[in-house]
């Protein structure tokens, strides 16, 4: 039982003396730490022992506290244990202090940033471990140093003249610079430097803060460098050619200089990738990206403008004419074989050039007449150069207003399908017909096919616009044929509408819904996909003849087919250009040249058809060499369907004999 307290003991429990006296001493009890203490205690205090210790006890009003207890055991005159004295001090700041100065000591060693304290005149006193590991000083080196001995000598003395300026009136500084190691090596720091100050404002100590910011500045380089330059060839990209190119006018302006961007396209890149795969496409990227740095100054630009197009700029050339030569080395560099898993491959390439000052003065601008005048080049023949003009300027803007009308041309019910009947050479008869599409527009009149079909594919309009030809021609076809109008369908499809969703299930859909057999479909293929010679090609190409679709080549005899390429391909005809039948005669050089495609078709027991034949005298030299098929305005033009079923009633063939 408790029978004496003092009021420093009601001060430190919260508790009165009437309160605790004659209470158990447990009335302290926090409940908060171990019973074998306890044990321990009573043990020693039976046995006539002093016990020392700290115990964690609780305040009347629930808090708790630690206090530092002497237990001391008093005895009567025969010698026994009567009474207790306990001394207790509450050390619970203390105890809170001596663990934050632990928590600080921590810290201060197992930071991974450096930690340097220097007094008021910047004499280092201590530093840490990461101090040491990060600078290459032991603390016993740098102790008694000034900081300057970490000095990179990359800042000058109006640098360090900001830095204590900030220390002396705000009290604190913070920033990125460069020191120097113990091996001697330099390297990125930011560092973090503040003043402590006594009771009276004066400074006492400066307390560094400084973190290796080496991989951190390695890192923001390789990200600019990604945001710049492009990762496979490591040329600038378009970003940085458009502010090298904003740099260049201005520059070209204020001195009067003339500068000059050439736009680069490959020619037969996707060939390349289609046969060769990707990773050799990436290798010639690269090897292209090293001829055309061979052709420029290093003052110029050479940049990838994404996927095998490159753009330079040439800087302060004095004409045209240097653009042009420029241009013409291109060419040739890119013109010489280019070696690829074993064999030489030749590519070439299309060239715009745009001039400043010139019909442009903003880097846009530039780029995209450079870019109108490299397709004009690209449309004219492939691997030449072509310069900017106005003329292009308007072309352009006429081929975007015609894109337009395209869109709406669909929808608007503007285009429609003609029908051009194929005969038997001989007998005259009809047996088919070819479906060719026409555009009638409602201001400018019937638009050629040879100015849209090409913009067609460029916008990738030909994909609805080709499907709606050939749902439209197969409904018609077979309702001829439910008519007793026993024809067959010859249809045109470019390998564009591959990528368009052009394949054998809607194929299929389209001939299911309007109830014509796949036998009677001829697609027609231009010589071009030959030349691409793509297992992908060649698959897609198969699944039509799957279906029992058959297949022709257009325009026979104008590109670089070989009897390779034919047999590769699921091909059962082919329609020979109306270039050799235009001036054909018996005694002539197209003669002949129709004699060997007619036997080659023979020998590869392919169908013949040719094209474009407009007198009688074609007629007969055709079917005297053995062509058995027919087209052209000899016999009809292309004529909407109504016409044609009129045209077919008033028919009367005309047999050779």
């Given at each position: 039982?408790?029978?004496?307290?003092?009021?420093?003991?009601?001060?430190?429990?919260?508790?009165?003396?009437?309160?605790?006296?004659?209470?158990?001493?447990?009335?302290?009890?926090?409940?908060?730490?171990?019973?074998?203490?306890?044990?321990?205690m009573w043990q020693q205090l039976r046995e006539g022992n002093i016990w020392s210790g700290q115990l964690l006890n609780r305040k009347k009003d629930g808090t708790l506290f630690w206090d530092s207890t002497s237990i001391s055991p008093l005895r009567t005159d025969t010698g026994e244990i009567s009474h207790f004295i306990a001394v207790k001090e509450d050390i619970t700041e203390r105890l809170r202090a001596e663990e934050q100065l632990r928590m600080v000591a921590a810290v201060f060693e197992t930071s991974n940033e450096a930690i340097m304290v220097a007094d008021h005149q910047g004499t280092i006193k201590v530093v840490n471990a990461a101090f040491e590991r990060i600078t290459g000083y032991?603390?016993?080196?740098?102790?008694?140093?000034?900081?300057?001995?970490?000095?990179?000598?990359?800042?000058?003395?109006?640098?360090?003249?900001?830095?204590?300026?900030?220390?002396?009136?705000?009290?604190?500084?913070?920033?990125?610079?460069?020191?120097?190691?113990?091996?001697?090596?330099?390297?990125?720091?930011?560092?973090?430097?503040?003043?402590?100050?006594?009771?009276?404002?004066?400074?006492?100590?400066?307390?560094?803060?400084?973190?290796?910011?080496?991989?951190?500045?390695?890192?923001?380089?390789?990200?600019?460098?990604?945001?710049?330059?492009?990762?496979?060839?490591?040329?600038?990209?378009?970003?940085?050619?458009?502010?090298?190119?904003?740099?260049?006018?201005?520059?070209?302006?204020?001195?009067?200089?003339?500068?000059?961007?050439?736009?680069?396209?490959?020619?037969?890149?996707?060939?390349?990738?289609?046969?060769?795969?990707?990773?050799?496409?990436?290798?010639?990227?690269?090897?292209?990206?090293?001829?055309?740095?061979?052709?420029?100054?290093?003052?110029?630009?050479?940049?990838?403008?994404?996927?095998?197009?490159?753009?330079?700029?040439?800087?302060?050339?004095?004409?045209?004419?240097?653009?042009?030569?420029?241009?013409?080395?291109?060419?040739?560099?890119?013109?010489?074989?280019?070696?690829?898993?074993?064999?030489?491959?030749?590519?070439?390439?299309?060239?715009?050039?745009?001039?400043?000052?010139?019909?442009?003065?903003?880097?846009?601008?530039?780029?995209?007449?450079?870019?109108?005048?490299?397709?004009?080049?690209?449309?004219?023949?492939?691997?030449?150069?072509?310069?900017?003009?106005?003329?292009?300027?308007?072309?352009?803007?006429?081929?975007?207003?015609?894109?337009?009308?395209?869109?709406?041309?669909?929808?608007?019910?503007?285009?429609?399908?003609?029908?051009?009947?194929?005969?038997?050479?001989?007998?005259?008869?009809?047996?088919?017909?070819?479906?060719?599409?026409?555009?009638?527009?409602?201001?400018?009149?019937?638009?050629?096919?040879?100015?849209?079909?090409?913009?067609?594919?460029?916008?990738?309009?030909?994909?609805?616009?080709?499907?709606?030809?050939?749902?439209?021609?197969?409904?018609?076809?077979?309702?001829?044929?439910?008519?007793?109008?026993?024809?067959?369908?010859?249809?045109?499809?470019?390998?564009?509408?591959?990528?368009?969703?052009?394949?054998?299930?809607?194929?299929?859909?389209?001939?299911?819904?309007?109830?014509?057999?796949?036998?009677?479909?001829?697609?027609?293929?231009?010589?071009?996909?030959?030349?691409?010679?793509?297992?992908?090609?060649?698959?897609?190409?198969?699944?039509?003849?799957?279906?029992?679709?058959?297949?022709?080549?257009?325009?026979?005899?104008?590109?670089?087919?070989?009897?390779?390429?034919?047999?590769?391909?699921?091909?059962?005809?082919?329609?020979?250009?109306?270039?050799?039948?235009?001036?054909?005669?018996?005694?002539?050089?197209?003669?002949?040249?129709?004699?060997?495609?007619?036997?080659?078709?023979?020998?590869?027991?392919?169908?013949?058809?040719?094209?474009?034949?407009?007198?009688?005298?074609?007629?007969?030299?055709?079917?005297?060499?053995?062509?058995?098929?027919?087209?052209?305005?000899?016999?009809?033009?292309?004529?909407?369907?109504?016409?044609?079923?009129?045209?077919?009633?008033?028919?009367?063939?005309?047999?050779?004999?």
């Amino acid at each position: 039982m408790i029978e004496y307290i003092n009021p420093k003991l009601s001060e430190m429990t919260g508790y009165s003396s009437e309160e605790l006296l004659g209470q158990n001493n447990n009335i302290l009890k926090s409940g908060e730490i171990s019973a074998d203490i306890f044990t321990d205690m009573w043990q020693q205090l039976r046995e006539g022992n002093i016990w020392s210790g700290q115990l964690l006890n609780r305040k009347k009003d629930g808090t708790l506290f630690w206090d530092s207890t002497s237990i001391s055991p008093l005895r009567t005159d025969t010698g026994e244990i009567s009474h207790f004295i306990a001394v207790k001090e509450d050390i619970t700041e203390r105890l809170r202090a001596e663990e934050q100065l632990r928590m600080v000591a921590a810290v201060f060693e197992t930071s991974n940033e450096a930690i340097m304290v220097a007094d008021h005149q910047g004499t280092i006193k201590v530093v840490n471990a990461a101090f040491e590991r990060i600078t290459g000083y032991s603390a016993a080196e740098v102790k008694g140093q000034n900081p300057s001995i970490l000095s990179s000598g990359r800042h000058d003395r109006f640098f360090y003249n900001a830095m204590w300026e900030s220390l002396n009136t705000e009290g604190c500084w913070s920033g990125e610079i460069w020191n120097r190691r113990k091996d001697g090596s330099v390297y990125p720091e930011w560092l973090s430097i503040s003043a402590l100050h006594d009771d009276e404002g004066q400074i006492t100590e400066f307390v560094s803060v400084f973190s290796d910011i080496t991989s951190r500045k390695e890192a923001e380089a390789n990200i600019r460098h990604q945001a710049y330059y492009d990762a496979l060839t490591q040329l600038p990209n378009r970003s940085l050619l458009l502010d090298r190119l904003e740099v260049a006018i201005i520059t070209a302006e204020r001195d009067q200089q003339m500068i000059s961007v050439l736009f680069i396209d490959l020619d037969r890149f996707k060939y390349v990738n289609d046969t060769l795969g990707h990773e050799h496409g990436d290798e010639l990227l690269m090897e292209v990206s090293k001829r055309l740095t061979q052709c420029v100054r290093e003052s110029d630009t050479v940049a990838r403008f994404g996927g095998d197009e490159f753009v330079i700029l040439l800087h302060n050339i004095q004409s045209d004419r240097d653009a042009a030569l420029v241009a013409e080395k291109i060419i040739r560099k890119l013109s010489d074989p280019f070696t690829l898993a074993g064999r030489d491959i030749i590519i070439g390439a299309s060239i715009g050039l745009a001039m400043y000052p010139g019909e442009s003065d903003d880097p846009d601008t530039l780029l995209r007449n450079a870019d109108l005048a490299m397709y004009r080049a690209k449309q004219t023949g492939r691997n030449r150069f072509q310069f900017f003009t106005s003329s292009l300027q308007e072309h352009a803007n006429t081929l975007m207003e015609m894109e337009q009308n395209l869109r709406q041309a669909l929808e608007h019910g503007q285009l429609e399908v003609h029908y051009q009947p194929l005969v038997r050479a001989q007998s005259g008869r009809v047996t088919g017909v070819e479906a060719l599409l026409r555009w009638h527009h409602p201001t400018l009149g019937m638009i050629s096919p040879d100015q849209f079909i090409p913009l067609a594919e460029d916008t990738g309009l030909i994909g609805p616009i080709g499907q709606w030809v050939l749902e439209t021609a197969c409904q018609q076809i077979s309702l001829w044929q439910q008519q007793g109008l026993k024809l067959y369908l010859s249809v045109n499809i470019s390998g564009r509408q591959r990528n368009l969703g052009m394949d054998a299930p809607l194929l299929h859909r389209i001939l299911q819904e309007s109830r014509l057999e796949a036998a009677q479909l001829v697609l027609e293929i231009t010589e071009g996909m030959l030349l691409e010679n793509s297992e992908e090609t060649i698959a897609w190409l198969q699944s039509f003849c799957d279906l029992g679709v058959h297949l022709a080549i257009d325009d026979f005899g104008t590109g670089y087919s070989a009897l390779s390429y034919l047999k590769r391909f699921p091909i059962d005809t082919l329609k020979i250009d109306r270039e050799f039948v235009r001036d054909l005669t018996l005694d002539n050089e197209d003669a002949l040249l129709v004699e060997a495609i007619i036997s080659m078709a023979r020998s590869l027991k392919l169908r013949l058809i040719a094209e474009g034949v407009e007198t009688a005298e074609q007629r007969n030299v055709l079917f005297s060499l053995g062509c058995e098929f027919l087209q052209g305005y000899y016999f009809a033009k292309p004529m909407p369907a109504e016409a044609l079923v009129a045209w077919m009633a008033d028919y009367q063939p005309i047999r050779l004999s």
